[in-house]
């Protein structure tokens, strides 16, 4: 859960609502509750707008007017973006250490990237190469 502050600081846009509420996650328009954020880049979905339930909306200045009147409100000339950037804030997903692990066998004429995450138990065979950001999980073997 974050606070709507806490977005609005981050995303660098002006609130108009309690910067106290907090937000526990995003979902579209028809779909959001209280406890959800969500935003309008195309004024076709103006109905949708003025209909959401969600406890806070990311919209342009000029469609202020069209949120309900209870729901808090965070303008940006770039609702999509701010949108976009807002996910990255919510998500999740578990980081994964780069590197090898001490467990790992790697050939010496395999090649690794320093961005590559490479766990225990793993094999990696002679003249491998093993790109940018790749994951190898745990008792996994990349042959020759």
């Known amino acids: 859960m974050m606070t709507l502050g806490d977005i609005a600081r981050q995303l660098k846009l002006e609130l108009i609502g ?19 954020i969500s935003f ?28 309900p009147k209870d729901c808090a409100i965070l303008l940006s000339d770039n609702p999509y973006l701010s949108f976009a950037q807002l996910t990255a804030l919510f998500d999740l997903a578990p980081r994964v250490k780069t ?26 065979g002679a003249y491998a190469i093993i790109g940018e950001h790749v994951v190898i999980e745990a008792n996994s ?4």
């Not at 590197?99 to 793993?122: L, Q, R």
């Not at 073997?141 to 020759?144: I, K, L, M």
């Open 18 to 36: 309690d910067p106290q509420q907090r937000i526990a996650s995003i979902a579209p328009l028809p779909k959001a509750d209280s406890a959800q």
């Open 99 to 124: 590197g090898i692990h001490p467990k790992a066998v790697v050939d010496e004429t395999a090649s690794v990237a320093a961005t590559a995450s490479i766990a225990a138990n793993v094999v990696i």
């Open 40 to 67: 309008l880049a195309q004024a076709k979905f103006l109905k949708q707008l003025s209909e959401t339930s969600a406890g806070a909306l990311i919209v342009k200045p000029e469609h202020q007017a069209n949120c």
């Open 141 to 144: 073997v990349v042959a020759d």
